[in-house]
Structures are given as C-alpha cells and as structure tokens.
C-alpha cells in the first residue's frame, strides 16, 4: 500500500496543498479532552485555586495526548511552586521549547500572558476573534486585549468585529477584563451599546472591567449629554446601566464608573 493515500483530484492544482481527513476521536481520548475541559472551566471559575491547577497537571502525567503533556505538567508545578517569586531558568527553558506550540492553540490570539501554568490573557483583533471565537477555549483566558484598527479589509466595517465579538456567547461567558486599544466614539458607542443598551437583551455576566486604551475623543463621549434622544441612539446611557455591574469602566486611564478613582 502507497505511504499516501492520494484523491481523484490529485491533478487538480487547484485544492489545498494541506488537506487533512477527519480523523475521529477515539472514545478514551474523548474523555480525557472533556475531562481537560472541565478542569478549564473549574479554573476559570476559581482562578486563586491551586488545587485545581494541580488536578490538571496529574491529568496531563497520567494520560498525555502529545509528547509536550509532561512538559507542560512540570511547568504548572513549577510556576504554583514559586507563586509570585522571580521566573526559573527551568520554567524559560520549557517555555523556550514548547511554548509557541501551546501558544498556536490559541491563534488568531497572541501575546500570550501566562500565570501559574496557563495562559490567562491575550491580544487580538475584533475581526479574527469574532471569527474563530474558540480560540479562548482552550486556556482559562479572562483577560482580552483588542485592537479594532487597522480594517482586515478597505472596504469592510470595523464595527463588524465588534458587533461579533461582544455577541459571542464564549465571549460572555468568560471574559472579565476587556481592553479596548485604538478607537473613537463610533467605536465606543458600539461597545457600550453591546454590552448593555436597550437593544441588546442578553448582556455579558461573566464581564467586570472594561478600559479604554489610547481613544481619540475626550472621557465625556461617554457620559450622557442631556439630549434623551443622542444618548439612546449613541448608547451613552449605558455607562450608568453597567455601573451596578461593573466593578471599574475607564477612559484612557481616568476612571469614570466603578472604583473611585485613585
């Protein structure tokens, strides 16, 4: 038998030179991947418990589904073991070798932050996030960094990514800080419409910081002018709708609902 299976196509230069076939999930590897997934949860939902990480780290020793399992299992240990001290030369070691893979599993994001084990926070564009959503699955990422500029295309709205982004069912359920870098009014309007204007029926519960990074209008686009009728339609109301929910909303660093500021 030929090392590799060839289709019909094979001549057709038109088709993509990394097809893959769907190879299914054996049941035992299923279940160590919804075991994994559950644990995820569990350290979302409890991101102080070491114990949970700990859970984890035996998981992947027991029953590795790659040959980095073991490396990463030794580097959740070790960064729980030092806790808040100055990074290893053997945590950096095993982040040197294995790191831009289990980085990869979370793509289109990048600049990944890790914390006792795991990536916890990320950057990404509006447009790629709102089209593979997923990609904050697999870490227990709480922390979104986005970037709405520049447009994936001339002609295509930015407002788009935003839109899909915020209405993400995974985004609303496990993101708590989102930052936003890079915008103006438009852009905020939208956001603060999304999250809790009248138009918008399922909010975001797992949410509980939103900052504003680097805005080219003033703190004051988001606070109601008056006119009853520009703040419903601009979605500046909102601030005050989300303020009982929202531990702090900032502007460029002022703090304008939430914490008092420092």
């Given amino acids: 038998m030929a090392a590799h299976q060839r289709s019909g196509h094979e001549g057709n230069s038109s088709l993509p030179v990394t097809q893959k076939l769907h190879v299914p999930l054996s049941p035992r590897e299923q279940a160590i991947r919804e075991q994994r997934a559950s644990l995820i949860a569990e350290i979302r939902a409890n991101p102080s418990n070491d114990q949970i ?13 790659c040959t980095s399992d073991k490396a990463r299992a030794s580097l959740i240990r070790l960064q729980v073991e030092r806790g808040t001290g100055p990074e290893t030369d ?120 939103v900052h504003f990074h680097r805005f080219t209008d003033s703190r004051e686009c988001a606070l109601p002018s008056g006119n009853k009728y520009r703040d419903e339609m601009n979605g500046t109301h909102s601030v005050a ?15 304008v609902s939430g914490i008092p500021q420092l």
């Avoid at 303020?243 to 660093?253: P, S, W, Y």
């Fill in 241 to 255: 709708a989300r303020a009982d929910r929202l531990d702090v909303i900032t502007f460029n660093g002022i703090v």
């Fill in 53 to 65: 990480r700990l859970d984890y780290a035996a998981l992947l020793e027991k029953a590795p589904l």
């Fill in 90 to 209: 053997q945590e950096r070691e095993i982040l040197r070798k294995h790191g831009t893979t289990w980085e990869s599993a979370i793509a289109p994001a990048d600049e990944a932050r890790w914390d006792r084990g795991f990536i916890v926070a990320a950057s990404v564009r509006a447009s790629d996030f709102s089209a593979r959503p997923g990609c904050i699955s697999s870490e227990p990422i709480q922390t979104l960094r986005v970037s709405i500029y520049p447009r994936p295309e001339a002609f295509e709205d930015p407002m788009w990514g935003v839109h899909g982004m915020i209405q993400s069912p995974i985004f609303k359920a496990n993101v708590v800080r989102l930052e936003i870098f890079s915008g103006g009014a438009p852009v905020l309007y939208t956001i603060l419409k999304e999250m809790g204007g009248p138009r918008v029926t399922d909010s975001t519960p797992a949410l509980r910081e």
